[in-house]
């Protein structure tokens, strides 16, 4: 079992004359503990973890001595995965989490931090530690060819069991009393300085190449944020490294002229073959979610037999096998390769030929849906889904052109976006029916084989069947909002 510990906390810097206030009215502050930590941080030469927000270290000292990987997370906080400080050598499993952001180069030490830190928690009328407040004492020496030694003062508020809100209640006591919201967000980014520049975002002159190319790093940067999560196998993860795969591989597909084709079609393909393994274990979970819902949501006199047995042995099983497959591609040199190839995408060309592109891909899906529109009963579920891929490939062509060029074509991208999602979303829906039919209709075949009842099946086939027929009342009214 992997130690995962959720950070909420902010960082304040100081001057050294800051004196922590009392933060009356919010509870006591205990007596305080002074600590002495010292801690390691590694990362590879050209400082590709603290580019992607993500810290590795061993520290010693304190309550907490060991090897930690902190991770970003939703709304500011960072998962920090922990080790024991055995040896000096990167621990196996950090290593693997970490590889996506470091491509696989050698993580090595560049910096060591001594921090003596007073900490004071903030407690509660019931004895529990709502916040700690840690006012550290920092020495940074840079390793490398010109060791440089930086000093400061700071203090970080992390929350215990406090409600989140408290944390604004105890900034403003310390702002009051003279601290400021830091301007690096961790110790190591300030230690570094300079070090670390994030590439600048795309203004209004800025040429399609640059725009493209922004909102590239941004879903290479998406997919990798991922990387970690879908190793721990966290919720939501698969789905969402898996979209940042189609968004690169549409974005890629839709603009293909402003790229060199020699270089962009062998890694569509490649992202093709992520996105089919992450797909694998991505339908197993959203199969299983929807039918145990749907199961779940019927009658008790309505469920004969093991039903949702069943469903959670198949489809559970398929996932954990999928989800096999997929930290197999991770861990492969094939995974790097496509990621070292996103890297060095240079798209270029002008502003103009975004829009022309959008256009291109607004008659792609008028092409699928007149293609639907004639397909026999017995092939319309298959053309729907081509309408349904030409529409993502929009919709995301969209998203990366809403900068190109001033308002105007700003607020088009953006009306197209909206449309194509909710075109996409409803016959993704439409998919997962037909898909959820055919798992179920073998469900209920096996169910009979091994002697049990099959009605459930056959009623939740009937469900299903229902839902998609309801989904496609609505397809004509988005079909035209997307394509006027």
Same mark, same amino acid.
């Given at each position: 079992?992997?130690?995962?510990?959720?950070?909420?906390?902010?960082?304040?810097?100081?001057?050294? /004359?800051?004196?922590?206030?009392?933060?009356?009215?919010?509870?006591?502050?205990?007596?305080?503990?002074?600590?002495?930590?010292?801690?390691?941080?590694?990362?590879?030469?050209?400082?590709?973890?603290?580019?992607?927000r993500?810290?590795?270290?061993?520290?010693?000292?304190?309550?907490?001595?060991?090897?930690?990987?902190?991770?970003?997370?939703?709304?500011?906080?960072?998962?920090?995965?922990?080790?024991?400080?055995?040896?000096?050598?990167?621990?196996?499993?950090?290593?693997?989490?970490?590889?996506?952001?470091t491509?696989?180069?050698?993580?090595?030490?560049?910096?060591?931090?001594?921090?003596?830190?007073?900490?004071?928690?903030?407690?509660?009328?019931?004895?529990?530690?709502?916040?700690?407040?840690?006012?550290?004492?920092?020495?940074? @020496?840079? +390793?490398?060819?010109?060791?440089?030694?930086?000093?400061?003062?700071?203090?970080?508020?992390?929350?215990?069991?406090?409600? *989140?809100?408290?944390?604004?209640?105890?900034?403003?006591?310390?702002?009051?009393?003279g601290?400021?919201?830091?301007?690096?967000?961790?110790?190591?980014?300030?230690?570094?300085?300079?070090?670390?520049?994030?590439?600048? *975002?795309?203004g209004?002159k800025? /040429?399609?190449?640059?725009?493209?190319?922004?909102?590239?790093?941004?879903?290479?940067?998406?997919?990798?944020?991922?990387?970690?999560?879908?190793?721990?196998?966290?919720?939501?993860?698969?789905?969402?490294?898996?979209?940042?795969?189609?968004?690169?591989?549409?974005?890629?597909?839709?603009?293909?002229?402003?790229?060199?084709?020699?270089?962009?079609?062998?890694?569509?393909?490649?992202?093709?073959?992520?996105?089919?393994?992450?797909?694998?274990?991505?339908?197993?979970?959203?199969?299983?979610?929807?039918?145990?819902?749907?199961?779940?949501?019927?009658?008790?006199?309505? +469920?004969?037999?093991?039903?949702?047995?069943?469903?959670?042995?198949?489809?559970?099983?398929?996932?954990?096998?999928?989800?096999?497959?997929?930290?197999?591609?991770?861990?492969s040199?094939?995974?790097?390769?496509?990621l070292?190839? +996103?890297?060095?995408?240079?798209?270029?060309?002008?502003?103009?030929?975004?829009?022309?592109?959008?256009?291109?891909?607004?008659?792609?899906?008028?092409?699928?849906?007149?293609?639907?529109?004639?397909?026999?009963?017995?092939?319309?579920?298959?053309?729907?889904?081509?309408?349904?891929?030409a529409?993502?490939?929009?919709?995301?062509?969209?998203?990366?052109?809403? /900068?190109?060029?001033g308002?105007?074509?700003?607020?088009?991208?953006?009306?197209l976006?909206?449309?194509?999602?909710?075109?996409?979303?409803?016959l993704?829906? @439409?998919?997962?029916?037909?898909?959820?039919?055919?798992?179920?209709?073998?469900?209920?075949?096996?169910?009979?084989?091994?002697?049990?009842?099959?009605?459930?099946?056959?009623?939740?086939?009937?469900?299903?069947?229902?839902?998609?027929?309801?989904? +496609?009342?609505?397809?004509?009214?988005?079909?035209?909002?997307?394509?006027?």
């Open positions: 079992m992997v130690e995962i510990h959720r950070e909420v906390e902010r960082k304040y810097d100081v001057d050294p /004359s800051f004196r922590l206030p009392a933060l009356d009215g919010h509870g006591h502050l205990a007596e305080p503990a002074t600590l002495r930590l010292e801690a390691t941080y590694y990362d590879t030469a050209d400082h590709r973890l603290a580019a992607a993500t810290t590795l270290r061993r520290r010693t000292g304190g309550t907490d001595a060991g090897w930690h990987l902190k991770l970003p997370a939703e709304g500011g906080a960072r998962d920090e995965i922990r080790e024991p400080p055995d040896g000096d050598d990167v621990p196996a499993p950090l290593a693997a989490l970490a590889r996506a952001a491509r696989g180069a050698e993580l090595r030490p560049v910096v060591r931090l001594v921090t003596e830190r007073t900490v004071s928690e903030l407690v509660g009328p019931t004895g529990d530690t709502l916040v700690e407040v840690a006012d550290d004492r920092v020495t940074a @020496h840079v +390793l490398g060819p010109a060791d440089e030694t930086t000093s400061w003062r700071e203090v970080e508020v992390e929350l215990a069991a406090g409600p *989140p809100e408290l944390l604004e209640a105890v900034e403003r006591c310390l702002r009051k009393a601290a400021v919201p830091a301007a690096s967000g961790s110790k190591l980014a300030r230690a570094l300085g300079g070090r670390v520049v994030p590439p600048r *975002p795309p209004r800025s /040429s399609a190449g640059e725009v493209l190319g922004a909102y590239l790093r941004e879903q290479v940067d998406a997919l990798v944020a991922q990387d970690p999560r879908v190793r721990l196998d966290r919720h939501d993860s698969v789905h969402r490294m898996r979209v940042a795969t189609r968004r690169l591989r549409s974005v890629l597909a839709a603009y293909r002229p402003l790229f060199d084709r020699t270089v962009t079609e062998p890694l569509r393909a490649e992202l093709r073959w992520l996105g089919a393994v992450l797909g694998e274990a991505r339908d197993a979970e959203v199969l299983h979610a929807r039918l145990r819902a749907l199961a779940e949501s019927e009658p008790d006199d309505l +469920l004969l037999g093991p039903v949702l047995a069943r469903i959670d042995a198949d489809l559970g099983g398929r996932y954990r096998e999928a989800h096999g497959a997929a930290l197999e591609a991770l861990d040199d094939r995974y790097l390769a496509l070292t190839g +996103l890297d060095a995408l240079t798209p270029s060309g002008r502003r103009k030929r975004i829009l022309r592109r959008l256009d291109r891909a607004r008659a792609r899906v008028r092409k699928a849906a007149a293609a639907a529109d004639a397909a026999p009963p017995e092939g319309r579920d298959a053309a729907l889904h081509e309408v349904r891929k529409a993502k490939r929009a919709r995301y062509a969209a998203e990366a052109a809403r /900068s190109a060029r308002r105007p074509a700003t607020r088009r991208a953006k009306r976006a909206k449309r194509m999602k909710a075109l996409q979303g409803l993704g829906e @439409h998919h997962d029916t037909v898909a959820a039919r055919e798992v179920l209709r073998t469900m209920g075949a096996q169910a009979y084989l091994a002697g049990e009842n099959g009605f459930s099946f056959g009623r939740l086939h009937a469900l299903e069947e229902r839902r998609g027929e309801d989904l +496609l009342r609505e397809y004509p009214r988005l079909r035209r909002a997307a394509l006027r």
